[in-house]
């Protein structure tokens, strides 16, 4: 069968460097015209027919040679016509634009890791024309943007932006990101980003078919992670002051796991801060079953009042801490920059298994880095941070109060960018996303941020990534979107309430 082609090739977009055709290449307009016209005439042509020369071609259109070409060219790029050098140019086989048959992958593949429809939640940024109320990072306005631009042009001049960085990042990096946590740079691993970091010290550190106990609710990226490194699941209650160590030393006896994955700072989704009990205790289990803790410290750099906790790892001198950073989350995502310290010899396992995955952070992106960390710009962004997250975090509560009846969020988070909303008892959380998603209103549905069935319905509201009037409005649509969901979940008439649109929601 044959593959439909565009043989159209005429929705051709202007721009300054000329004209960036259907062809898939920018070429100058003249070029992309006669691209059009010598398509139109190889359709009509027969497979393997010579199409002219490129002089008679020049002569037929009045354009230079260097225009046919590139005319030809982007043809040839399409697979419309076959360049055959000394011979000539002719029609391509249509028999090469046949459907592909991949039906025997399903049968090599086996079985995925990764859940995918939790994968599919995540990483999606909706449309240009949605409230992002689920986005889990910082609207541009609030990212240091002026201080990256400058510090990308000056560092991508320097010769040290392009040479292959050291496979555990630059020294003096390692040295600025040791230095929060008390640790030696020896320690500190230069890594891109949390993800990455995550996934990472779980494969590194951990047997697949072995368990990682992670609390819960939690980061479903963490789910994932665990998933892709080929580990079993345990969860572990949460509450106001973090996972409960009752039920943690329940699941350690239980599982034998020997990874347990935490964010004791302003946890993704609830907010919650590990009490300063609570981090004695959890750090005593961890030394009494010979466990790792996998500590995710994303929100350090995101205080909304008084200071965040110093990191678990500096509470713990035997190895047990692998701490992870992130600059994607008070910088920019795009940035992908971050650290892994861990001591012992898990830290070399760790510093050697590095290698293997992909060299380096590339040194641009690690030299920018470096450049913010240690400009007097970066306090300065973290306190103009502070308070543009407070107000957003404020509006939000305010509004939820006023257009959420039934809606409580029993944790008001003193550092982060999410709110962790209870709803009404029976609401149908999943009804209320989808409804939400018709109304314009990108949130998170607190299914998935468990393992299993939620105990009580919620959902998650981030406040980083809209402006304060789009987190009124949004909430109020997401407030009105919720008045047809019943408790049966049943949804009636949500999609008068606004522009309906098919994209996954964003949640991360
Ligand atoms: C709790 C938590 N950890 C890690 C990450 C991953 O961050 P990064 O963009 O640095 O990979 C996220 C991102 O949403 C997160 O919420």
Not at 38 to 57: C, F, I, T, Y
Not at 249 to 255: D, G, S, V
Not at 484 to 491: A, D, E, F, L, V
Request: with cysteine; hydrophobic share 40%.
């Amino acid at each position: 069968m044959l593959r439909e082609r565009n043989f159209t090739g005429g929705n051709a977009i202007d721009n300054p460097w000329g004209t960036l055709s259907t062809y898939g290449m920018f070429i100058d307009n003249r070029a992309a015209e006669i691209a059009n016209a010598l398509h139109q005439q190889a359709d009509a042509m027969d497979v393997g027919e010579k199409l002219p020369s490129v002089r008679e071609l020049s002569r037929v259109y009045k354009a230079s040679p260097v225009t046919i070409t590139a005319a030809i060219t982007s043809l040839t790029a399409l697979g419309v016509v076959r360049a055959e050098p000394g011979r000539g140019t002719f029609v391509a086989g249509r028999d090469l634009a046949q459907e592909p048959d991949y039906a025997w992958q399903s049968s090599a593949l086996g079985r995925s890791r990764v859940d995918p429809s939790r994968a599919g939640r995540i990483g999606s940024h909706g449309t240009g024309d949605h409230v992002q109320l689920s986005w889990g990072y910082l609207a541009p306005e609030l990212q240091p943007f002026d201080e990256l631009r400058t510090l990308g042009v000056r560092c991508a001049k320097s010769h040290r932006a392009w040479t292959m960085a050291p496979p555990s990042g630059l020294p003096e990096l390692r040295r600025v990101f040791a230095a929060d946590l008390g640790a030696e740079p020896e320690d500190m691993l230069i890594m891109p980003g949390g993800q990455q970091s995550l996934v990472f010290a779980m494969r590194t550190l951990a047997d697949p078919g072995t368990t990682l106990i992670t609390e819960s609710p939690s980061y479903p990226g963490a789910i994932l992670a665990a998933q892709a490194a080929g580990l079993n699941l345990a969860a572990v209650p949460a509450d106001g002051d973090g996972i409960r160590p009752d039920k943690l030393a329940e699941a350690l006896e239980r599982t034998h796991a020997k990874l347990i994955y935490l964010q004791p700072c302003y946890a993704n989704p609830t907010g919650a801060v590990l009490s300063p009990e609570r981090r004695v205790e959890v750090l005593a289990l961890a030394k009494r079953f010979g466990a790792f803790i996998i500590e995710d410290d994303w929100a350090r750099h995101l205080a909304l009042e008084g200071a965040a906790p110093a990191p678990l790892f500096t509470q713990d001198p035997d190895g047990h801490v692998v701490s992870i950073a992130t600059l994607s989350k008070p910088a920019a995502p795009g940035l992908r920059v971050g650290a892994l310290a861990a001591r012992g010899p898990a830290g070399e396992r760790l510093r050697r298994a590095r290698i293997a995955e992909d060299m380096c952070v590339p040194a641009l992106a690690q030299e920018i880095a470096l450049g913010l960390l240690t400009s007097s710009a970066w306090p300065r962004h973290i306190k103009r941070l502070r308070t543009g997250l407070r107000d957003r975090r404020d509006a939000m509560v305010h509004q939820i109060h006023a257009s959420l009846p039934g809606a409580r969020v029993a944790n008001v988070p003193t550092g982060g960018i999410h709110l962790w909303v209870k709803l009404a008892e029976g609401t149908d959380s999943t009804a209320l996303t989808a409804a939400a998603q018709d109304a314009g209103v990108l949130i998170g549905d607190g299914k998935g941020y468990y393992l299993d069935e939620p105990p009580a319905p919620h959902i998650r509201l981030s406040f980083g990534a809209a402006s304060i009037p789009d987190i009124e409005e949004g909430v109020r649509r997401v407030g009105s979107a919720g008045q047809y969901i019943s408790p049966t979940g049943i949804r009636a008439a949500s999609r008068l309430l606004g522009p309906g649109s098919g994209q996954a929601h964003a949640s991360s």
